[in-house]
């Protein structure tokens, strides 16, 4: 199985100020057809996980830009801008790259 | 708007068999993957499977001797079941659509936890 870790666990961040998570996947996620698909995922207490970005750096509908995911190989980052009160939660990167599909063990974003 | 319930059985004694189905409305069950995912609690989030609408699955190979996904096009719903629970299955449980536009998963059902103790 793939191995996701992300970095950091937890990221006390000021309102306002930028946040980045790393993602590190144990193997490439290119896919043989050439596309990697790594996202990321926001999941609020209490509630399920929703989708933020995919293909590295797709935003889903509805998504603001301040969040940007980069990368590539192995190594991806979300950065998310101007940190707002409601993006608190934990964040996870997922790899759809190979079955078994793969989480990291997620981030939390709490404000300072 | 695409919303997926669920519901199932939240309290299981050793042994059992775990069963959750999960209903899609407002948007096609057609040409889409949908799928289980479960979270231990203090865990990470595990991928249990898979079903394609054409009927093909697949299964994580971890849990793939227990569990059965299986669906009911006429009534939009699919379903997961996994026998022989231990306390290690006790999680919170995700339904969720795979859609090939986005190669992830779009909507996620509300999470339904289920605990496994004697």
């Known amino acids: 199985d793939i191995v996701m870790t992300q970095t950091p666990l937890s990221s006390p961040v000021t309102l306002g100020q930028e946040a980045s998570i790393s993602c590190r996947s144990s193997?490439?996620?290119?896919?043989?057809?050439?596309?990697?698909?790594l996202s990321w995922l926001h999941q609020r207490p209490g509630q399920p996980p929703r989708l933020l970005i995919y293909?590295?750096?797709n935003r889903f509908s509805g998504v603001p830009d301040r969040f940007s995911g980069s990368g590539a190989g192995t190594d991806f980052t979300l950065k998310i801008s101007r940190v707002e009160a409601d993006d608190v939660g934990v964040y996870y990167c997922?790899?759809?790259?190979?079955?078994?599909?793969?989480f990291g063990q997620g981030t939390k974003l709490e404000i300072k | 708007q695409v919303q997926l319930q669920q519901w199932g059985a939240g309290l299981l004694k050793p042994s059992e068999t775990l069963s959750l189905t999960c209903a899609v409305y407002?948007?096609?069950?057609?040409?889409?993957?949908w799928a289980w995912i479960r979270q231990p609690p203090g865990k990470r989030l595990e991928w249990i499977a898979e079903?394609?609408?054409?009927?093909?699955?697949t299964y994580n190979p971890s849990l793939k001797s227990r569990v059965t996904i299986s669906m009911d096009l006429s009534k939009n719903q699919f379903s997961l079941k996994l026998n022989s629970v231990t306390a290690a299955d006790t999680a919170l449980y995700y339904c969720?659509?795979?859609?090939?536009?986005?190669?992830?998963?779009?909507?996620w059902g509300q999470g339904g936890l289920v605990t496994v103790s004697s």
């Open positions: 293909k590295i750096s």
């Open positions: 997922m790899q759809a790259t190979q079955f078994p599909r793969t």
């Open positions: 407002g948007g096609p069950f057609r040409g889409y993957y």
């Open positions: 193997q490439s996620l290119v896919h043989i057809d050439g596309h990697t698909y």
């Open positions: 079903i394609h609408h054409s009927g093909s699955t």
């Open positions: 969720a659509r795979g859609s090939t536009a986005v190669t992830t998963y779009d909507y």
